[in-house]
């Protein structure tokens, strides 16, 4: 026996929010989509980012609908497992089917695939060479780029290795990976030794562990770094973090130009539409 629906009126015997009397849902031919999936939708998430079960109240302030709407929209999800009802408070919560759906969707993503498209419109946009990093096994590694024709753009090609305090990349990774992950690269560069397969550079064996410390903490601080020719004479640039659902840093975006032209002010053109990109880039990721 198939139990009745909780969307249907009880004067009508129709969903009242999914028909306009004509058996089609009011905003169909109009907005293209089903009406009742898109207040569906909004039911589903009032209950993201929480954590203790929200009562019925909440979230229906959180829908921006009547109590007795979102209540049947509660009691349908409760029943296919897309919610569940804690027991000891009466609040709702997502249930193990959300849970699933969700894992499945995290499974599907690969930052190189999610971020790509949006290199090439920054490169478009910002008029200057672009690329992806990801943490390798020798250090930041970089995976794709979008070139522009700047001369001084020669050295960077997939498979690149930066180091970790003299590009900008690298000062990404080392302000939000874990110290046990980073801190014997960082010590072979602080004691003028590159770790194998990264770009040698002997500037980074005049910084002491408090310069270091300081430098991370500025990155974390703005969500950038940039560098001025620390790497290579003429060449700047500012890097963005991608972060992943748990928010960990997932790769690194870096925008790259020639001195004299590339702004890399934290607070200018490029920093801001590089920033507004990555976290773009970071809530397609499952951020937060």
């Given amino acids: 026996m198939v139990p009745p629906s909780p969307l249907k009126d009880a004067k009508t015997g129709h969903g009242a929010d999914e028909t306009n009397g004509t058996g089609h849902g009011a905003g169909d031919e109009d ?9 569906a939708v909004r039911v589903l998430s009032a209950l993201i980012d929480t954590g203790a079960p929200l009562m019925l109240k909440t979230v229906a302030e959180r829908a921006e609908m009547q109590p007795p709407k979102a209540h049947r929209y509660l009691v ?4 296919n497992g897309l919610a569940e009802r804690d027991a ?13 759906l969700g894992l499945a969707a995290l499974r599907r993503l690969n930052v190189v695939q999610v971020a790509s498209p949006t290199l ?10 672009v690329g992806l990093a990801v943490w390798g096994a020798a250090g930041p590694t970089f995976v794709r780029f979008e070139e522009t ?3 001084l753009i020669i050295s960077g090609r997939p498979g690149s290795v930066m180091p970790m305090l003299t590009s900008s990349t690298g000062r990404i990774f080392g302000a939000y990976l874990p110290a046990s992950v980073t801190a014997p690269l960082i010590d072979r560069e602080l004691s003028g030794v590159p770790h194998p397969g990264a770009t040698p550079n002997p500037a980074a064996g005049k910084m002491t562990r408090a310069d270091v410390d300081a430098l991370f903490e500025s990155v974390r601080k ?3 770094a940039r560098i001025q020719g620390d790497l290579n004479p003429g060449l700047h640039g500012v890097s963005a973090p991608i972060f992943d659902h748990a928010g960990a840093v997932a790769g690194v975006i ?20 590089l920033s507004a990109r990555a976290e773009d880039v970071s809530r397609r990721m499952g951020w937060g």
């Fill in 120 to 129: 090439g419109e920054l490169r478009d946009e910002l008029g200057f060479t």
């Fill in 149 to 151: 024709n700047d001369a």
């Fill in 76 to 79: 349908s999800f409760c029943r």
């Fill in 31 to 39: 907005a293209g989509g089903v009406q009742a999936v898109d207040t």
């Fill in 222 to 224: 703005r969500k950038l």
């Fill in 88 to 100: 000891a408070s009466g609040g709702y919560r997502l249930g193990p089917l959300a849970v699933r």
């Fill in 254 to 273: 870096t925008v790259m130009g020639s001195a004299g032209l590339i702004d890399t002010r934290l607070d200018g053109h490029v920093a801001t539409v």
